[in-house]
């Protein structure tokens, strides 16, 4: 039992990639929350440092992380930490025996790998390394090929590579647990995929979204600005139902100019559904309407576990509303049809946001969540700018920069409430998004 207890209350080292540093932290603390776990760093926690421990956790609640992160390379059970490799040395010789004895077995094969951060070692320094560890009673047989288990030593030079030490500011050594999913950026890269518009979202910040939304198996997920699916497509790799609606009729449809070099027109099978279809998730996928946002189709009630959108901002996509700028709009006294489609007419970015939120409001399950990007004008930015409503908490709020003066926020909101009757609680200071 004593074993068994020291074998869950063990300290993680989360090795993390150096893009995209204002979504890791976020990302971690949803993946965490699905398993009913707080965030819950080591000492002198640096956000924006490569390598972050952890406490509190299990094995299973660090592979369940890794098991979905494309912000994360890989994880660790650390065995020991140091300033120095005479501190690192100290601090191995401490840890429990009893979380060392079983990966350290006469009838196991193990290798050492040397990682270093902002440095690159020549191969008979990795070496050195290696071999100035022999205090620690490995038993097996050295194996570079297919190990049983796998340690690695890291040293962490900082991260200005202008200014990198002759040593190593802190150094790492543990038994590798898993890696993150950074191959899922190359291999749903939007320049392999079947179809694509002007502004498909790149994939490493789709899967990161989905993660922020913490999209899991069976959930309901929409996209009110569907575009050519790729939130649809992130989510259902994790195995959400997803469906979405645009104004756009002929990127519903795949019809039309095409948006890929060399290509005047898009081919009979171009559309969301085949991009599911080649990624094997066609059966997740629900529908896509046309539908004007402003006006939404769906009965009142509860019906998404979650919302996930990127909201046109006026710049390489109109934002856009059916209706017209007269007072009314009305048919022809000889029009015979069956239907009506109305002119379009300008979508304000104040009333996308509005809308937006008033429908998560009214349509998310209780403790669903909310993602979009929200473009901001840096200079005049400050956190009172993001739009609010009653019903839906923010739990985070990132910045990724586009320019000098502009950038988008990625915003993600949890229902805690249902709303009210009659009230529309949602508040925006339009005035300080990016101009139309």
């Known amino acids: 039992m004593a074993i068994h207890c020291s074998r869950i209350c063990l300290q993680y080292l989360i090795h993390l990639a150096q ?26 926690f640096k956000e924006k440092s490569p390598f972050w421990l952890l406490n509190g956790l299990s094995e299973e609640d660090v592979n369940s992380i890794m098991a979905r992160t494309v912000c994360a390379k890989s994880a660790f059970e650390l065995w020991g930490h140091g300033r120095t490799h005479s501190e690192l040395r100290n601090t191995l010789l401490k840890y429990p025996t009893e979380n060392m004895s079983p990966f350290l077995q006469k009838d196991s094969t193990y290798k050492i790998n040397v990682y270093t951060f902002n440095k690159t070692l020549e191969f008979e320094d990795r070496i050195k ?85 913490r999209v899991k198996a069976h959930d309901l997920v929409y996209d009110p600005f569907v575009g050519t699916g790729s939130l649809l497509v992130a989510c259902s790799h994790f195995g959400a139902y997803v469906c979405g609606t645009d104004i756009d009729y002929n990127t519903i449809h795949g019809i039309g100019k095409a948006s890929r070099k060399n290509q005047k027109w898009r081919g009979p099978d171009e559309n969301i559904r085949a991009n599911l279809r080649q990624y094997g998730s066609e059966k997740l996928y629900v529908d896509v309407l046309v539908s004007d946002a402003s006006k939404p189709i769906w009965r009142d009630g509860v019906l998404f576990d979650a919302i996930i959108t990127d909201p046109p901002y006026g710049i390489r996509e109109s934002t856009r509303r059916t209706g017209s700028q007269k007072d009314s709009v009305k048919p022809s006294e000889d029009y015979i049809g069956d239907s009506h489609v109305p002119v379009s007419m300008a979508y304000h970015l104040s009333d996308i946001f509005t809308d937006l939120l008033n429908f998560s409001a009214q349509h998310l399950v209780i403790g669903g969540r909310l993602v979009y990007w929200l473009p901001i004008y840096r200079p ?57």
């Open 19 to 44: 893009d995209n540093v204002d979504f890791r932290l976020p990302e971690i603390r949803s993946l965490l929350s699905l398993r009913g776990k707080p965030f819950d760093p080591g000492e002198n």
């Open 380 to 436: 005049e930015y400050c956190e009172e700018m993001v739009p609010l409503n009653a019903c839906l908490r923010l739990v985070s709020n990132c910045e990724q920069t586009l320019s000098s003066h502009t950038s988008r926020r990625l915003i993600t909101m949890e229902k805690i409430k249902e709303p009210e009757v009659g009230v529309r609680p949602s508040i925006l200071q339009s005035s300080h998004l990016l101009p139309r």
């Open 129 to 213: 390394k290696i071999d100035a560890m022999e205090y620690l009673s490995f038993e097996g047989r050295v194996n570079l090929r297919n190990p049983k288990h796998i340690f690695c030593l890291l040293e962490d030079y900082g991260t200005d590579p202008n200014d990198i030490p002759d040593e190593p500011l802190y150094i790492y050594f543990g038994r590798w647990i898993a890696d993150g999913q950074r191959e899922l950026i190359r291999s749903h890269s939007v320049k392999n995929r079947h179809f694509i518009g002007n502004t498909s979202m790149d994939a490493g910040l789709s899967f990161i979204m989905a993660n922020h939304a």
